[in-house]
């Protein structure tokens, strides 16, 4: 990361300033970066939201977040004394012109202070509804009118459907040129997430197999162990394919199957990702099973045995609830890269275990020239691509087991983050937020490709409003999700289980 002096004075707005994702995430990744030495040396603060409050009580706060949630640990009482000066509050009501005159104001006072112009981010850390309303009163108040030197950040979900999608869209559009607009996905802030563009483009051993002569078919899982803990109002209205799929999942999708970029330029980078969406197969409205499963969890296990409460008796979720916790996809690429070669997808709550995971599968090759005796173990090569909770690549191949007879052994070569790198990983907001004050828009979602991805996925939208489920809840916590998602497999696939870059991949396994 750069140096606080080679970035720009910044003035840095978050509306939600007293809520959670204030406490938990931007607070604690702004602070590290400013540990780091990679925050402007001119920085600025400012938390707006609704409720009377204090900047000292917020910044008692937020101290508390820091504590808990930064990755140098509890803050250190000279570096919290150097920070916090730089946050202030601002009581304000979002939809009211006063609240974003009294913050025109401010950001004005700020830039006469250090006799410089400041750059302005705006970042909308609200409910949902509000991203739609914030920017047009930031564009009434002038807010947005400097192309160069204003910002604004948008959480997901970016719509609930395509139409509300557009909506929103167009609404950030008539106060915001594309550039000033950055659609956040923290999942993209991940070190793992960012590596598969170098372990394919940097490296000339993979690229040139990285196609359907040599693949056979792609996993990719996202799976949570927790269930949907104090987000039940929400979750209920958004669901799996809402809140996973149709970001987190679409970018890992984009990542594995884009094509070359010629540069790194982020609007290159992006347009490759949009050609991936827009060579998925349709889905159409009344093919929606075959290609597709949706479940939801009921009582069962949670990771250490203890009993955990079905979905439909969680807080804030309707007792008949016909909100999906987990979805499963098989998707196909139509062109010469990937053309027949499966990409299955599966993401859900109160799964057995945390993993996010790609699974390349190899075909196996097309002469067995080994005794039948000699490979009873045999095992196509497999290659994952860890993202979390463990960072690293794991590469399954086979290999002679030692002694006279010719004997075949699955065996695996290994690169894990925390064993190679001495520096820590950055939190995923850390590298975000540092993007945005630099203005480098690579990891954020343009508006084409988020209005892709709704097309895509709107048939099972549609379908799934229209015709509730009768089996909910079908899998107990602690499973892998319904029995059903077998059925996407094409014959001789299977959905394997996460790997422990501990452990091993040698022998076959298949999750139930």
Same mark, same amino acid.
């Given at each position: 990361?750069?140096?606080?002096?080679?970035?720009?004075?910044t003035?840095?707005?978050?509306?939600?300033?007293?809520?959670d994702?204030?406490?938990?995430?931007?607070?604690?990744?702004l602070?590290?970066?400013?540990?780091d030495?990679s925050?402007?040396?001119?920085?600025?603060?400012?938390?707006?939201?609704?409720?009377?409050?204090?900047?000292d009580?917020?910044?008692?706060?937020?101290h508390?977040?820091?504590?808990?949630?930064?990755?140098?640990?509890?803050a250190?009482?000279?570096?919290?004394?150097?920070?916090?000066?730089?946050?202030?509050?601002?009581q304000?009501?979002?939809q009211?012109?006063?609240?974003?005159?009294?913050?025109?104001a401010?950001?004005?006072?700020?830039e006469?202070?250090?006799?410089?112009?400041?750059?302005?981010?705006f970042?909308?850390a609200?409910?949902?509804?509000l991203?739609g309303?914030? !920017?047009?009163?930031?564009?009434r $108040?002038?807010?947005a *009118?400097?192309? &160069?030197?204003?910002?604004?950040?948008?959480e997901? =979900? @970016?719509?609930?459907?395509?139409?509300?999608a557009?909506?929103l869209n167009a609404?950030?559009?008539?106060?915001?040129e594309e550039s000033?607009i950055?659609r956040i996905d923290?999942?993209?802030?991940?070190?793992t997430?960012?590596n598969?563009l170098?372990f394919?483009f940097a490296?000339?051993?993979?690229?040139?197999?990285?196609?359907?002569r040599?693949i056979?078919?792609?996993?990719i899982?996202?799976?949570?162990a927790?269930?949907?803990?104090?987000?039940?109002?929400?979750?209920?209205?958004?669901?799996?394919?809402?809140?996973?799929?149709q970001?987190?999942?679409?970018?890992?999708?984009c990542?594995v199957?884009?094509? !070359?970029?010629v540069?790194?330029? $982020?609007?290159?980078? *992006?347009?490759? &990702?949009?050609?991936v969406?827009?060579a998925?197969? =349709? @889905?159409?409205?009344n093919?929606v099973?075959p290609?597709?499963?949706?479940?939801q969890?009921?009582?069962g296990?949670?990771t250490?045995?203890?009993?955990?409460?079905?979905?439909?008796?969680?807080?804030?979720?309707a007792?008949?609830s016909?909100?999906?916790?987990f979805?499963?996809?098989?998707?196909?690429?139509?062109?010469?890269?990937?053309q027949?070669?499966?990409?299955?997808?599966r993401t859900?709550?109160?799964l057995?275990?945390?993993?996010?995971?790609v699974?390349i599968?190899?075909?196996?090759v097309?002469?067995?020239s080994?005794?039948?005796?000699?490979?009873l173990?045999?095992?196509?090569?497999?290659?994952?691509?860890?993202?979390?909770?463990?960072e690293?690549?794991?590469?399954?191949?086979?290999?002679?087991?030692?002694?006279p007879?010719?004997?075949?052994?699955p065996?695996?070569?290994?690169?894990?983050?925390?064993?190679?790198f001495d520096a820590?990983?950055p939190?995923?907001?850390e590298?975000?937020?540092?993007?945005?004050?630099k203005g480098?828009?690579?990891?954020?979602?343009r508006?084409d490709q988020?209005?892709?991805?709704?097309?895509?996925l709107?048939?099972l939208v549609?379908?799934?409003?229209?015709?509730?489920?009768?089996?909910f809840?079908?899998?107990?916590a602690?499973g892998?999700?319904?029995?059903?998602v077998?059925?996407?497999l094409a014959?001789?696939?299977?959905?394997?289980?996460?790997?422990?870059?501990t452990?091993?991949?040698?022998?076959?396994?298949i999750?139930r």
């Open positions: 990361m750069k140096s606080a002096d080679q970035l720009e004075p003035v840095f707005v978050i509306f939600g300033g007293a809520g994702l204030t406490w938990r995430k931007l607070i604690p990744a602070f590290d970066l400013a540990q030495r925050l402007p040396a001119q920085f600025a603060i400012i938390a707006v939201d609704r409720i009377k409050l204090g900047d009580a917020l910044r008692r706060r937020l508390e977040g820091i504590n808990r949630f930064s990755r140098f640990g509890k250190k009482a000279a570096a919290w004394n150097r920070f916090a000066p730089h946050i202030r509050y601002q304000g009501d979002f009211k012109p006063s609240t974003y005159a009294a913050l025109g401010q950001c004005a006072s700020q006469r202070q250090w006799g410089t112009k400041a750059h302005r981010i970042y909308m609200t409910p949902p509804s991203f309303e914030i !920017p047009k009163y930031l564009g $108040a002038g807010l *009118r400097d192309r &160069k030197w204003a910002r604004i950040v948008i997901k =979900p @970016i719509g609930y459907d395509l139409e509300t557009l909506a609404t950030l559009a008539a106060s915001f000033q950055f923290h999942y993209l802030g991940k070190e997430v960012q598969i170098a394919r490296n000339p051993l993979f690229e040139p197999v990285w196609n359907r040599y056979d078919y792609v996993t899982t996202v799976a949570e927790e269930g949907v803990g104090h987000r039940g109002g929400y979750y209920d209205h958004a669901g799996a394919l809402r809140d996973m799929v970001n987190h999942m679409m970018q890992l999708l990542l199957a884009m094509e !070359p970029m540069s790194f330029d $982020a609007d290159e980078i *992006r347009n490759k &990702k949009v050609d969406l827009h998925v197969r =349709p @889905i159409l409205p093919a099973p290609c597709a499963v949706r479940g969890y009921g009582p296990e949670d250490g045995g203890g009993k955990v409460r079905g979905y439909r008796e969680e807080e804030n979720v007792p008949n016909p909100t999906e916790t979805v499963a996809l098989r998707l196909f690429l139509d062109n010469w890269r990937w027949d070669v499966p990409f299955y997808l859900g709550k109160r057995r275990r945390q993993a996010s995971e699974s599968q190899f075909r196996a097309p002469h067995q080994f005794p039948p005796e000699a490979s173990a045999w095992q196509p090569s497999r290659l994952v691509l860890s993202i979390q909770p463990e690293g690549i794991v590469l399954g191949f086979q290999a002679k087991y030692p002694g007879k010719v004997r075949l052994r065996v695996d070569m290994r690169f894990s983050y925390r064993g190679s820590p990983s939190d995923a907001y590298t975000l937020l540092w993007d945005v004050m480098d828009a690579t990891l954020f979602m508006a988020v209005e892709a991805a709704w097309r895509l709107m048939p549609d379908a799934w409003g229209d015709i509730p489920p009768v089996d809840p079908n899998y107990p602690g892998w999700g319904p029995e059903c077998q059925e996407l014959p001789g696939h299977r959905w394997p289980l996460p790997t422990e870059l452990g091993s991949i040698a022998k076959p396994r999750s």
